[in-house]
């Protein structure tokens, strides 16, 4: 089946620090899963932040940057100077199965708390 | 506007009662879908539905039943609640019935069975 593993839980930084959220998958359906990373702000729904369906390639928005790499499975979410503005909760989100379903396998999500 | 509505925003009911939760989106998506995020913020797909085919049923207890009634709307039906059943439900659309395009959510509806 499809798995994602993300950071667990909670993680505060303090504002201009640097954040990685990690994020490593399994999957047994197909050999290039897409990868994306959503976003929660306070009072918000779930959004996507950014998206990379192509194996060595870098995702970007909003400051943060997550490169698909298959050969550790992973896709760690990271920014160099993060602001108040992002806390929020942050989820890794695997699709694999391909064909008509669009269904997305996500992490457990980390809840980011920044600090001034 | 256009965005993905859920109602009601929380519903408090006791075990054994039929509850259904509604689903509108109004950004012209062929594909919508029903998510459960439990008590540990897990997310988890239920299903999809395509221009109202189901396209996506994964292992949901038979009280769980989605209603479409065109390709705006996708409602859930719960039968006989359980205490497990206490969750956000979130519903999302997207605007290919194929890959992965951006799933587009709607705020959620918070379940309490007592």
């Known amino acids: 089946g499809d798995s994602v593993t993300q950071t667990e839980g909670q993680v505060t930084v303090s504002e201009s620090k640097s954040l990685i959220i990690n994020c490593t998958y399994s999957?047994?359906?197909?050999?290039?899963?897409?990868l994306f990373w959503y976003v929660r702000y306070p009072g918000e729904g779930l959004q996507l932040l950014l998206k990379?369906?192509?194996?060595?390639q870098k995702g970007s928005s909003r400051g943060f940057e997550a490169t698909y790499n298959k050969e550790t499975t992973s896709f760690h979410l990271q920014k160099a100077s993060v602001q108040e503005s992002d806390s929020a909760v942050y989820y890794c989100?695997?699709?694999?199965?391909?064909?008509?379903?669009?269904?997305?396998?996500f992490g457990e999500g980390t809840q980011v708390t920044v600090i001034s | 506007e256009t965005a993905v509505f859920q109602t009601p925003n929380y519903h408090v009911t006791q075990v054994g009662n039929e509850v259904s939760f509604n689903c509108k989106q109004t950004?012209?998506?062929?594909?919508m879908y029903w998510y459960k995020q439990d008590s540990k913020k897990l997310l988890k797909i239920m299903f999809s539905?395509?221009?109202?085919?189901?396209?996506v049923n994964e292992t949901v207890p038979r009280r769980f039943s989605p209603q479409s009634s065109d390709k705006a709307h996708l409602n859930l039906r719960i039968k006989s609640v359980e205490p497990e059943d206490s969750a956000v439900y979130l519903c999302?659309?997207?605007?290919?019935?194929?890959?992965?395009?951006?799933?587009?959510f709607g705020p959620g509806t918070r379940l309490t069975v007592l």
């Open positions: 999302a659309s997207s605007s290919r019935d194929w890959g992965y395009a951006e799933q587009f």
């Open positions: 999957t047994t359906s197909i050999a290039y899963p897409n």
């Open positions: 950004l012209g998506h062929d594909t």
């Open positions: 989100a695997l699709g694999a199965t391909g064909g008509l379903s669009g269904k997305l396998t």
């Open positions: 990379v369906i192509t194996a060595g």
């Open positions: 539905y395509n221009n109202k085919q189901l396209i």
